[in-house]
C-alpha cells in the first residue's frame, strides 16, 4: 500500500517561509511527476507546482519567484519551500504522486496540511 504524508504546516505571518514536506512510502516500484496543490476554503483545489522525474518544474503564476519546487528521489520526498507568504497563501496544501506499487501506476494524494498566513 503505498502512502503520501505531508508535513510542515502551521501558522506564520505575513512575508514569512514555511516549507512542506511529502515522503511516499509503501512498496514503491517507481515515481513519474510530483505535486502540490492547494485548497482554500470555498474554493477549488488548485495546481502549486510539480516536478518530474527529471527535475523538470512547473509553477502557477501566483506563486512564481516565491515557492520552490525540488525532490529527493532516493528518500521518495518532495518539499515546497514558501516565501514571501502572503494572507492569500492560506490553505491546505495537498502532495500527490504519480507512483507505481506493486502492479500498476496510480496517482495517490497525501491527507494535506494546514497553512495559514496571517496579516
Known amino acids: 500500500q503505498v502512502q503520501l504524508v505531508e508535513s510542515g504546516g502551521g501558522l506564520v505571518q505575513s512575508g514569512g517561509s514555511l516549507r512542506l514536506s511529502c515522503e511516499a512510502s509503501?512498496?514503491?516500484?517507481?515515481?513519474?511527476?510530483m505535486a502540490w496543490h492547494r485548497q482554500a476554503p470555498g474554493e477549488q483545489r488548485e495546481l502549486v507546482a510539480s516536478?518530474?522525474?527529471?527535475?523538470?518544474?512547473n509553477y502557477a503564476d501566483s506563486v512564481k519567484g516565491r515557492f520552490t519546487i525540488s525532490r529527493d528521489n532516493a528518500k521518495n520526498t518532495v518539499l515546497l519551500q514558501m516565501n514571501s507568504l502572503k494572507p492569500e497563501d492560506t490553505a491546505v496544501y495537498y502532495c500527490?504522486?504519480?507512483?507505481?506499487?506493486?502492479?500498476?501506476?496510480?496517482?495517490?494524494w497525501g491527507q494535506g496540511t494546514q497553512v495559514t498566513v496571517s496579516s
Open positions: 500527490n504522486g504519480e507512483i507505481r506499487g506493486f502492479t500498476r501506476w496510480a496517482t495517490y
Open positions: 509503501g512498496r514503491i516500484f517507481g515515481i513519474n511527476t
Open positions: 516536478i518530474t522525474s527529471g527535475g523538470s518544474t
